[in-house]
């Protein structure tokens, strides 16, 4: 089984990657998780940069042409309390940053505890 990557160095060229206006949307994006949640670990899997709690994926910052989605592994908990929350289906939900407006920290902040308090973490 492969192991996901969670190099400094990875996170690094990961950002490096991106075009200006990516990187500085899913940086404000990390800030504001780690900010929340310092003991979350950084890795790259499936291309994203995500935030796992023990071997729990919590989180993942996913960029498209127009705009930054914030993955919440399990959103659909959250939903009542944060109506931001879009998707269908089982359990994921994401809010949209589009890139060059300023990313809601104190969002990203809140949204962050209340995922890891409805895991119990």
Known sequence: MRRPLHSPALISAFFDSL?????????????????????????????????????????????????????VFNGVLLMGEFPELEGAGRGMRHIKTRYRIPVNGQLVKELTQACLRAWGR
């Open 19 to 71: 075009r200006p206006e990516q990187r500085d949307t899913a940086q404000a994006m990390q800030q504001a998780i780690l900010e929340a949640a310092p003991h979350l670990r950084q890795e790259v899997k499936w291309g994203n940069l995500c935030f796992v709690n023990d071997r729990d994926n919590v989180m993942a910052i996913v960029l498209h042409k127009a705009n930054a989605h914030l993955q």
